[in-house]
């Protein structure tokens, strides 16, 4: 497959859908006999390796090491300063706006999560586009699985557009924050305690990964342990855009889902 950013077919990369330094800063961290605490879960793949995190051929290597150098390092200081404790990660961290969402069913108990906003241009700016970035990487990779409704969606007109756009809108030649991209997504903590209740587990952290179509919504979402992105692929302005049914599709449906799917795992 070619590059999903140039279209190159040389010199392609193994990409991390999921940026390694998130799993390497959460299953990094020893426990006080020198192990590792935490192992990751992928969920309802078995096919999937479980030493690390699935790499497909995504990117170029030029892209892939500019992506890293430009959206995925000035992101990884944000969420994952080198002084992080992970407890603290069951609050908002300071700096960051607290928006408090909070959602009751009856196979999820009620979780609280923040959504990061911040008057930081610079953290803003790389906060976005590293939600943008992760999802995007997501839709390409079940893209390459062959989905069927993925590959459907990336042909139509709808699916080609959001494709244009987001290519514009992560491009690293700009230097200036492209504020009119119609398809910003939004990046949750939802921290360590609500990672435990997935696995039941405390040093399991679980990652995965959807396309969510229904209700009249279009959408990704990535659990990337600690934190759940959400990109809405109706653009602003379309009829039937809602962002809050899409966020209720994934913290509530596809949460169920995880849940069911992480006990038969276990069976
Ligand atoms: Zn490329």
Redesign the pocket.
Known sequence: M???????IENMARSHVISKFIRNGITGIADNSGKNKYKFTWIGRKDLPNQDLPKPSL??????SKFGEMIESPAARILLPSNTQFHKLNEVPKGWVKKVLSINSESLRSITVAEYHTSDFSADDAIRKFAVLTAWRALHAMNMEKNPAVVAFLQSPAGQQVQQDTKNFLDLEKSTFNHTYPYFGSIYLTGPLHASFITRSEDEVPFAWAYLEGHGQVGIVVLLGFWVVIWPLLPDGHPNRDFRTLRQMAFVDWHSFLLKQYSSNKI
Do not use: S
């Open positions: 070619p590059c999903i950013y140039c279209g190159t990117l170029c290597q030029y892209h892939d």
